[in-house]
Structure formats: C-alpha cells, structure tokens
C-alpha cells in the first residue's frame, strides 16, 4: 500500500504545468476542478500510505525511493530521493489535506477574480515545493523544497501587484528569508565536509556512531535554526509575516498559517538526533520560541486589522511549536503544528468570509453586531478561537498543555512562565477579535452594511469541516491524567523522534493543567470585560497608559528600528556607490573607452578621404621620407 508514496507530490505539479500552459483558455470550473482534483489525489494516495504505513514495522523505515541521479560532482552525490515515515505522513496529510480544503474554499473567494487561472498555478506549485520539502531524503532536496515554497509565497503575497503595499510585502518576505537562508545552507557544507553526505539516514548514524560532537551538533543546529527563524518568523526575522497579509485570505490561511510557516519546525523535527545531541542548541531553539510566542502575542493586543492580528498570533503560536521541540518534546512539537493547521486555518478562512461579506474590509473598529448576519461564519470563528485559546477539550488544549507541561517538566521554568504568559495574551486578543467583530454596537459603513451578505456554501463549508477538526483532532494524544497508553500520536512518531521524556507525577500534571485552564479562562473573561461589559475601559487605559499603548500598536517600533539600521543605510551606500562608483568609474571607464575609439578613428579618418589626390601626396610624401632616410 506505501509503494506509490513517491506518486504524492507529481499530482500538483502536473496540475501546475497544465493551467500555466492552458490556464487563461480554460473556463472557470475547469480550472478549480483541476487544481482540486491535483491536491485531493495527494490527499488520497497520502492516506493510502499512511495507512499502509500502519502495518510497517519500524525496523523498515523510513522507505525510500530514488527516481534518478541528481548531482554528481566528485564525492559530492545528491539522488533525487523521496522518503516516507511517521513524521513525513504527518506533514503529507496536513499539506494535502488542509490544503484541498482551502482550494475549495478559494474556489468561491477568487471567483471574480481576473487572474483566477494564476491564482491556482501558485497554489499548486507551492503544494508540490511543500510536498517535495517534507518528503525529501537529504538535506539539499529538502533545500530545493524551501525555497520553492519561499518563491510561491512570493509569488502569492504580491498577488495584487498592482498595489504598492503588496509588491512591497512580497520583496519584503523574500529578502528577510534570504537571510535565514544563509546559515540553512551553512550547515548543509558543514554537515557534507564534515560526515560526506546529507542524507537523513547517514546524519543519523554518524551521530549514533559519534561521529558528531556536541560542539559540533551546536554548531549546526544554531546555523539551521538560523533558517527556521527566517521560514517560521521567529525573532528577529519575524517581520515579514504580517506583512504577508496583502495576500489573498487563502494564502494567509494555507503558506502563512497551516504550512510553510511550520516549515522550520518540521525540519527541527526532522533533526532530533542532532538537537538532542547539543543541550545548547536546544536550549537556543527554546528560549527564542517562548520570547517570540509572549512578544508576538503583546502585539496583536492592540491591532485592529483582523488579518494582522491573526498573523501575529501564527507567529506566537509558532513560538510554542520551537518550545516543545526545544525542550525535546518533538512529538508536542509536531502535535501543536497538526492541530494549529486546523484551527488556525479555519480562523483564517472565517477571516476572509468576514471580509468577503464587508467588501473587503478589515478594520475590526468598523465591525460589530456582525452575529446576526453571518451565523454560518461567527460559529465556526467562535469554534476556532476556543481551540486556540487552550479551552477544554478542544484541539488545541491538548496540544498546548503538552508542550507547556513538557517543559516545567524539563525543569525549564522560565520557558514554562512565558508560555503561560503568552497563554493568557492569547485567549485575551483572539476573544478581543470575537467581541469587536460579531458581537457589541454595530460599527459598520453604511456602504459596507448595505451589501452585506453571507458566504456562500462553496466558502461556508470548509468553515464547518475545519471546525469539525478542530474540534476533534487533538484526541490522537491524551495527557497521562486521563490514563495510560493514550499518546497514540507519540507512539506513531517514536520511529523517527528520538527525545527524552520527562516524567511528572499525576498530581503536579493535574496542577499545570489546571494553571494553563485557569489563564485561558481569565484572558477571555479581561476581553469580555473590556469589549463587551465596560466598553470604555480599553480608551482610557490607552489614555492612562499611552506610551505603552503607542509601543503596542507601533509593534515596538521594529520595523521602524530596521529601516534606520539596516535599509536605508543599505539604499544610501547603494546610491552612493551608484553616483561616485557606477557612474565615474565603470560607466567612465565605458564611455572613456568608445570616446578614446572614437578620437582614434577621427584622427585615422584624415588618411581615408576617398580622393585620389589625396593619396598620391601622401604616397609622394611617403617616398620623399623613406629616400631622406636612406641617404642619412
């Protein structure tokens, strides 16, 4: 049943290859059959595998298939390989998955769009990059994937680029990812001079067969943190992600919620032996998780477009996802990352069906009252935010207590702290958004409440299986207080995920679950407080407090602090160099050269007239000089 495995990522792109070469004569209906068509085969032969995969014993993973050759250069030998294992099942059925979902859903929220056949060529050409990254046997196939998701969410970011902002955006995320590049493939040399190879499996058995030092596994492990960093938006190289919003909703909800955002925690993942080898590293991947979970989540506090403060709550999430794969709970890790592409999709999705239903507004300060009018969309939201906010006993409780409670297990205290912290902001901000929007005094333009309108069922529905899911999905792994054996997650993933776990007594895990509960519960009760009882409370502590509000809604001022470090000292030099250095020296040297030719040939010019006479004086001139010369 896993024999066709490797069949999963050619649906995309041959989809891809059709509606680039035919897209614009196709009619509409074709077009979204085809590209749905591509991704739900994914979805099907994914779950063939999976189940097959079920009834493969752990000494025969991971399976691979090698379809040819790929690079050959001295000892330098890449195959273009594909495996497939527990993790890689995971992360298969959450692109292919998750992503049929949102393509259905684009289906009716790209409907009048004017390039709606371009829409879906990027969509499926990031499907196959997202398939081919998670599915690839060594490191550099694996870096191939990375950056054709990092061009397709390019690609999609600037979707509109008629608009300024986006064009912009969409520089902004591929630079800020060249960047974590960089120490990506950094490690990639390191670990080839180092062991000669980047396959997954040889990485593994040079450190089973210590060959790789601790020193050596910091290293490395900071280098492709380092590119984690740029991909998943953690600090410092978070600041593209909310900008990636001028994307359309669907691309907000597939690259920049569900997948390629939880890129760099599936390659963290991937490399647990490595991680688990070096306490720093881990301690690094950490530390940088919690700080970014609590600093995301004091920012969307304050934002009032709905898109942003859903992106900076990704960020935060993402934040906890490094968390448990820092403290060596890579299955939570992995756990959170499954469950977030529920949730977060959906809230994403009910997002734009807010939007598509105002005309495109995003303004949660124009919102308001909105219950009434659109119940398909307010329930499936509300559903969406209970999970994220870490309610009992939706997904994203159980996720959430797992890496939380694995790392005061660890002993790790101030992660914990933060987690709890960023915990408490989460369930505040993410009911802020439910009251300002669906609930309270009607704020709405009138230009806006006229057309007001439900979605229709082609964009409702994906709202109601993905809340289905958010719901349910975090029943794969109960905690050990709801009795033993019940991880049925972490056991599908102990072939692949080599972790230390840490055990706590039944009472002390009852205690952290009831604090993570309790903070959740008393972040919606300040919204509610705030938005819905004392209306007034939220202004005058603005009031009260305004160079905290203004640091809030100025995001720390961050992007403002990199354009005076590092952007416009860079155009600057750049024009600088353009004026002293393009100009004078290369374009002189340039134009020095035609004009020096140009003289040259002004001067030869003299002896080329055209007239005979001309050149029977210079002939007899010639002969009178060479005569001269030889009686000298």
Not at 440 to 457: C, F, T, V, W
Request: hydrophobic share 55%; charged share 10%; proline share 3%.
């Amino acid at each position: 049943m896993t024999d066709l495995f490797w069949l999963i990522p050619f649906f995309p792109i041959l989809s891809t290859f059709i509606l680039a070469v035919f897209g614009t004569k196709l009619p509409k209906k074709y077009i979204s059959l085809q590209a749905c068509f591509a991704v739900f085969a994914s979805f099907a032969v994914s779950l063939i595998s999976f189940l097959g995969l079920l009834k493969t014993g752990p000494e025969q993973l991971p399976l691979l298939k090698t379809l040819f050759s790929w690079i050959t250069a001295g000892k330098f030998q890449i195959a273009f390989s594909l495996q497939f294992d527990s993790l890689t099942a995971v992360m298969t059925l959450i692109v292919s998955g998750v992503g049929f979902i949102i393509h259905v859903y684009s289906i009716g929220y790209m409907a009048k769009d004017k390039s709606y056949a371009r829409f879906f060529t990027y969509m499926n050409l990031f499907t196959f990059s997202m398939l081919m990254l998670v599915m690839s046997s060594n490191l550099v196939l694996m870096f191939v994937g990375w950056e054709g998701v990092g061009l397709c969410s390019y690609l999609l970011i600037g979707f509109w680029y008629e608009k300024h902002s986006a064009s912009n955006a969409g520089m902004k995320a591929f630079i800020v990812n060249r960047i974590g590049d960089a120490g990506f493939l950094l490690a990639i040399l390191f670990l080839f001079v180092h062991i000669g190879s980047v396959e997954f499996t040889a990485i593994n058995q040079a450190i089973s067969g210590n060959m790789i030092t601790a020193g050596f596994a910091t290293l490395v492990g900071i280098l492709l943190f380092v590119g984690a960093t740029g991909k998943s938006a953690q600090i410092p190289l978070y600041v593209w992600l909310p900008d990636a919003m001028e994307g359309p909703t669907p691309v907000s909800a597939l690259i920049h919620a569900a997948t390629m955002v939880t890129a760099g925690v599936y390659m963290v993942a991937r490399m647990n032996m490595l991680y688990s080898l070096s306490t720093t590293a881990g301690n690094i991947v950490a530390l940088v998780g919690a700080l970014t979970a609590v600093f995301a989540a004091s920012m969307a506090l304050t934002q009032n477009d709905i898109k942003r403060v859903l992106a900076y709550s990704t960020i935060s999430q993402l934040g906890y996802m490094f968390i448990g794969c820092g403290v060596g709970a890579y299955a939570a890790g992995i756990f959170h990352l499954y469950t977030h592409a529920f949730f977060k999709s959906l809230l994403f999705l009910a997002a734009g069906s807010v939007m598509h239903a105002l005309s495109g507004e995003l303004n949660m300060q124009k919102m308001g009252g909105l219950k009434k009018y659109l119940p398909r969309t307010y329930y499936p939201f509300l559903i969406g935010a209970i999970a994220i906010a870490g309610i009992p006993f939706l997904s994203g409780f159980f996720s959430k207590d797992a890496i939380l409670t694995s790392a005061y297990a660890q002993g790790n205290y101030l992660v914990w702290a933060l987690g709890i912290l960023g915990a408490v902001m989460t369930a505040f901000y993410m009911f802020r958004l439910i009251f300002m929007t669906f609930h309270g005094k009607e704020r709405l333009e009138p230009e806006a409440k006229k057309h007001l309108h439900e979605s229709p069922p082609v964009m409702t529905l994906p709202l109601a299986v993905l809340a289905f899911f958010a719901v349910v999905a975090g029943y794969v792994s109960l905690p050990a207080v709801f009795g033993k054996n019940l991880d049925w997650f972490g056991r599908f993933l102990e072939p692949v995920i080599h972790g230390h776990a840490h055990h706590i007594s039944l009472g002390m895990e009852w205690l952290l679950i009831f604090i993570s509960v309790a903070v959740a519960v008393l972040g919606i009760f300040i919204a509610y407080v705030f938005y819905i009882s004392k209306t007034h409370l939220p202004s005058q502590l603005a009031q009260k407090f305004p160079f905290l509000y203004r640091l809030l809604f100025n995001k720390y001022y961050v992007d403002e602090a990199y354009n005076a470090l590092f952007i416009q000292p860079a155009v600057k030099g750049s024009e600088l160099v353009y004026k002293h250095f393009d100009l004078k020296v290369i374009d002189g040297a340039v134009n020095g050269a035609g004009k020096s030719a140009n003289a040259v040939g002004k001067l030869l010019s003299f002896l080329q007239t055209g007239f005979i006479k001309d050149y029977a004086l210079i002939f007899l001139v010639g002969a009178i000089l060479l005569l001269g010369y030889l009686l000298f």
